[in-house]
T-cell receptor
Framework: DAGVIQSPRHEVTEMGQEVTLRCKPISGHNSLFWYRQTMMRGLELLIYFNNNVPIDDSGMPEDRFSAKMPNASFSTLKIQPSEPRDSAVYFC??????????FGQGTRLTVV | KQEVTQIPAALSVPEGENLVLNCSFT??????LQWFRQDPGKGLTSLLLIQSSQREQTSGRLNASLDKSSGRSTLYIAASQPGDSATYLCAGGGDYKLSFGAGTTVTVRA
């Protein structure tokens, strides 16, 4: 398996624009996580899906953020409108049990 | 809310020396404790997972211990190599909700 695949690897966008980050989890994994990593706040869980259903979205910062998982092999994280403070590395991770996540390479987002 | 702290933030050792990385957590009702490695510009790789009922886990040169009563975990890396240079993060918490420490950045000098 190629592991968790995220796209794009890098994204630079202007403030106010919509940004969509994509994730393909490892085949057979039933849990999917979106994390955000910044120097100031470290690694934070944004949302957790189990069997394509959002279980915990308490980490989603505000209504500008939304995440979907239309099927077991694809998830998106959307920011609309984007702001400079959203600049961070966003990681997608998947796991079989929910306990031991396998991380993707991340998407480095820069909002100017 | 689980708070996880890692000290020191950075560590530099000569090749061959044993590494000791420390992690402390505030809530002893921890479900499991995990150690991850992160290389620059990359995602996290899981190294070891210690269930709450266990006291340690070993994989090759790596050994991690868990002491719930004192709220501490330690990662030992024996006979360090330059390839061990990376940031090591510990994470603890519930069955899916992990709280991560800020990490210890390790440099192993050849």
């Amino acid at each position: 398996d190629a592991g968790v695949i995220q796209s794009p690897r890098h994204e630079v966008t202007e403030m106010g624009q919509e940004v969509t980050l994509r994730c393909k989890p490892i085949s057979g994994h039933n849990s999917l996580f979106w994390y955000r990593q910044t120097m100031m706040r470290g690694l934070e869980l944004l949302i957790y899906f189990n069997n394509n259903v959002p279980i915990d979205d308490s980490g989603m910062p505000e209504d500008r953020f939304s995440a979907k998982m239309p099927n077991a092999s694809f998830s998106t994280l959307k920011i609309q409108p984007s702001e400079p403070r959203d600049s961070a590395v966003y990681f997608c991770a998947s796991s079989l049990t929910g306990e031991r996540p396998f991380f993707g390479q991340g998407t480095r987002l820069t909002v100017v | 809310k689980q708070e996880v702290t890692q000290i020191p933030a950075a560590l530099s050792v000569p090749e061959g020396e044993n590494l000791v990385l420390n992690c402390s957590f505030t809530d002893s009702a921890i479900y499991n404790l995990q150690w991850f490695r992160q290389d620059p510009g990359k995602g996290l790789t899981s190294l070891l997972l210690i269930q709450s009922s266990q006291r340690e886990q070993t994989s090759g040169r790596l050994n991690a211990s868990l002491d719930k009563s004192s709220g501490r975990s330690t990662l030992y890396i024996a006979a360090s190599q330059p390839g061990d240079s990376a940031t090591y993060l510990c994470a603890g918490g519930g069955d899916y909700k992990l709280s991560f420490g800020a990490g210890t950045t390790v440099t192993v000098r050849a």
